[in-house]
């Protein structure tokens, strides 16, 4: 599985720790001017929660323009920069937790609004240095593969196929070409019966194949001697 560069989580992130340092000026200057403790004239959480809202800002811009690698480029410099800072400030709001002797009070002891902006600020601290890690990742990844949405498959719809029908034409030559048949085939009723097909007809008669008269000889003789002789009158 490749991890790309997904815009909806970069704009998410960007508003999340856009809101944190927003949260952190605000309690940096509640802090400077309500805290008893020396680290408070650092105003650390104010110049980090800066550089933390900027980076929310281009998170957000980069959300918008995933595939301009400059803007990517850019909120990668100011992520690792956020984290830098994010992680001083909580480390300084930790010694000034553990170090609660070194306050103004007149009892040498830090009161409860100097104890509680200390833990808000390294609660923010932790939770912002986390954040920009995971925003270096993404904009590192994007850098190297690209926006997600060059690694989406794509669908292509297949068009259906014409199936080609092949039809054989036997044709014969003009002169042997026979018309075709009209005549109806017999009907049952004008058929006649294989048994009595023969019956009516007579039986056939043998005729005796007559000799040929002899040479010089005519069968005709007399009558053509009648015919030669006139006839005598009265």
């Known amino acids: ?14 508003i999340a720790i856009l809101v944190s340092g927003l949260l952190s000026i605000v309690f940096g200057v509640v802090g400077l001017f309500f805290g008893e403790h020396h680290i408070h004239s650092f105003a650390a ?8 809202v900027v980076t929310g800002a281009f998170c957000i811009g980069t959300g918008n323009k995933p595939t301009s690698r400059c803007l990517v480029t850019t909120l990668l410099f100011f992520a690792v920069l956020s984290m830098i800072l994010s992680g001083l400030c909580w480390v ?3 010694i000034g937790l553990m170090r609660r002797e070194h306050c103004t009070h007149s009892s040498g002891l830090c009161d409860g609004v100097t104890v509680a902006m200390f833990s808000i600020t390294l609660l923010l601290g932790i939770f912002q240095m986390i ?29 259906p196929m014409e199936q080609s029908v092949f039809v054989v034409a036997t044709q014969t030559p003009p002169a ?8 109806k085939p017999p009907s049952s009723r004008n ?12 039986p056939p008669v043998q005729t005796r ?9 005519s069968r005709d003789r007399g009558r053509d001697r009648d015919r030669r002789t006139p006839e005598r009158r009265p």
Request: net charge neutral; proline share 12%.
């Open 176 to 183: 042997t070409q026979k018309p075709p048949s009209t005549r």
């Open 131 to 159: 954040l920009c890690f995971l925003i270096s990742v993404i904009c590192c990844l994007g850098i190297c593969y690209g926006d997600a949405r060059e690694h989406e498959p794509t669908a292509y719809e297949r068009e």
């Open 92 to 94: 300084l709001a930790l």
């Open 45 to 52: 959480p104010i110049w980090s929660g800066i550089i933390v």
């Open 209 to 217: 194949p007559e000799r040929p008269a002899p040479k010089g000889r």
């Open 191 to 202: 058929r006649p019966d294989p048994r009595n097909e023969y019956v009516d007809e007579p």
């Open 1 to 14: 599985m490749v991890f790309v560069y997904n815009r909806y989580d970069v704009r998410g992130l960007g």
